[in-house]
């Protein structure tokens, strides 16, 4: 992959032992509630930055086909049910069975992660009671799974890759954010008679809610509630609007979860090379890929790639139970 050749040789964070994995299964199984997971990767992550950088390298010993790394994957997964069995017949790892973070634990402990939370942006103040090391426990896997090949079913707006790449949020980031909100504010901007002011009755006060659903006022400007908005300032209120939305009022929780990316990317190329949307697609990864029209036959995995291929099925039933079988018989590529 294009990620791979450009990172090769780039030192990354190795730190999660088969213990610590399973330590985060345990916690995840055994609590649904946010903060006992969030201890557990604490205790996980903290001392992240005095450990060894070295890229993990795994080789394997397998007669069920050529690795690009879709073996490796099956491989390690296979150690959720085997914990005991013999480690030479999975891999040999260079030091202390330190295992990749491609592992099914890593993705249930980070949708846990994110239980409570599926954007950064999803409220115009973020929680005040969750404190920074959450955010940077959360940057930290985010950028430990663009290293390791992860797909994460996270729902990011684009602005927070825009921010992850040192660009500002701006009004246009608006229209994927909150499109209701851009297109009052583009309504406003493209009004062109002089009684804006009486039409949209708007000042440089805001209102919104907070996470409990309380009403917060806040001023754009000093004594924003007695400057209306007229002909002459709009553009300066959508501008300070939307710097308040994306930039301003989450700018400690950006910043800590900024710093956890950074410890994992940060003597990476990845924004030399990279655009916004070509680091979405590294996280979240593509649409399924369509595999010709409706058949009987079983869904194809590129498990190298992480790419599912599916046949236009007739039916979500059918769609279902092929997909299901699949998925059963998945271990060896139908071979064991």
């Known amino acids: 992959m294009l990620l791979g050749s450009a990172l090769r040789g780039v030192p990354v964070p190795q730190f999660l032992t088969e213990q610590s994995l399973y330590d985060i299964i345990d916690e995840c199984e055994s609590n649904d509630s946010y903060s006992p997971l969030i201890r557990t990767l604490g205790e996980v992550f903290s001392s992240i930055e005095n450990l060894s950088k070295s890229f993990l390298q795994t080789e394997l010993s397998s ?60 409220n115009a103040l973020i929680n005040a009671f969750e404190s920074d090391a959450q955010f940077t426990l959360i940057g930290i896997v985010l950028g430990l799974a ?66 409990f659903g309380s009403t917060i006022d806040y001023d754009l400007k000093d004594k924003g509630d007695c400057i209306g908005v007229t002909q002459d300032n709009k553009y300066e209120f959508v501008d300070l609007y939307a710097n308040f939305l994306l930039n301003k009022s989450v700018e400690k929780q950006f910043h800590a979860f900024y710093k956890g990316f950074q410890m994992v990317v940060d003597e990476s190329p990845l924004e030399l090379l990279f655009r916004p949307e070509e680091i979405e697609l590294l996280i979240c990864g593509s649409k399924v890929t369509k595999n010709g029209p409706d058949s009987d036959r079983l869904p194809t995995a590129h498990t190298c790639f992480n790419v599912l291929l599916l046949p236009e099925y007739s039916s979500k ?16 590529f139908g071979m064991l």
């Not at 921010?163 to 980031?173: A, I, P, T, V």
């Not at 039933?317 to 060896?332: F, H, M, P, T, W």
């Open 146 to 211: 663009i290293y390791n090949n992860v797909i994460l079913a996270v729902n990011f707006p684009m602005v927070l890759y825009r921010k992850l790449m040192g660009k500002r949020g701006s009004f246009e980031d608006l229209q994927d954010w909150n499109p209701v909100l851009y297109n009052s504010l583009k309504q406003l901007l493209e009004y062109n008679e002089a009684d804006l002011e009486e039409v949209f009755m708007q000042t440089f006060r805001i209102s919104y809610q907070d996470v």
């Open 63 to 122: 007669p069920h086909g050529s690795d690009v790394k879709g073996l490796n994957k099956e491989e390690v997964r296979s150690l959720e049910g085997e914990k005991d069995k013999d480690e030479d017949s999975c891999a040999e790892s260079s030091k202390d069975k330190v295992l990749p973070v491609d592992l099914p634990a890593v993705r249930r402990a980070f949708a846990a992660l994110f239980k409570l939370k599926t954007s950064i942006f999803e």
């Open 317 to 332: 039933e059918k769609l279902k139970d092929r997909l299901v079988k699949a998925i059963n018989y998945s271990k060896g």
